[in-house]
């Protein structure tokens, strides 16, 4: 896959991130999402963008933390999905809003095991809900989706409890947003941030992802 190519040894070790650790926040807020959609590079460029979100972690759901490791996540036989950590003000941003972005910006929720150029498991798309409410808007949202026929194939979406999120290695934390022309993010990602300022401007930050947007 295209987005295999990364030059692993400019980014080990030399790099710093600040990402926040699985399941932190800062204190003033209470709530955190874990939406999988593909390759998470994409996804936290999306979510960062995003008014009341302070904090998104590219990392892993859905299978141990002992196979919670970019090289043998990407192997699909672990059971982890790559995964987007959300932390977020309910009071600025819904739950219900943030799904809104990941079904009709942030991937495609109509393909199987795969996204774009990207094939396997580990690239489903998946909910892992933190709780009763969030597995009821989830569900409710994709409800409504479907009645509406926004998409022309069926959701594929699993809905499943949350049971661990594991951050990714250093290298993968805010990739879009330092490497703005990598190829892959070129073909794959700036699209879906074009889309997002055309569909959701409202719920922007004044200073989202500073990607060029040629489009």
Known sequence: MIRRLIVLAAAAGSLAFGALPAGAAPAHLSERAVLAGGCFWGMEAVFESL?????????????????????????????????????????????????????TVAHDPTELNRQGPDDGTQYRSAIFYANAEQKRIAERTIHE?????????????????LTGFYPAEAYHQHFAERHPDYPYIVVNDKPKLVALRKQYAPLLKPNAVAIELTQ
């Open 145 to 161: 989706l479907t009645a509406a026929k926004v998409f022309h194939d069926p959701i594929v979406t699993q809905v499943v409890a």
């Open 51 to 103: 008014r009341g979100v302070t904090g998104v972690v590219s990392g892993f759901s859905g299978g141990t933390a002992l196979t919670a490791h970019y090289e043998v996540v990407s192997s699909g036989m672990t059971g982890h999905a790559e995964s987007v950590e959300i932390s977020y003000d309910p009071a600025q941003i819904s739950y219900a809003q943030l799904l809104r972005v990941y079904f």
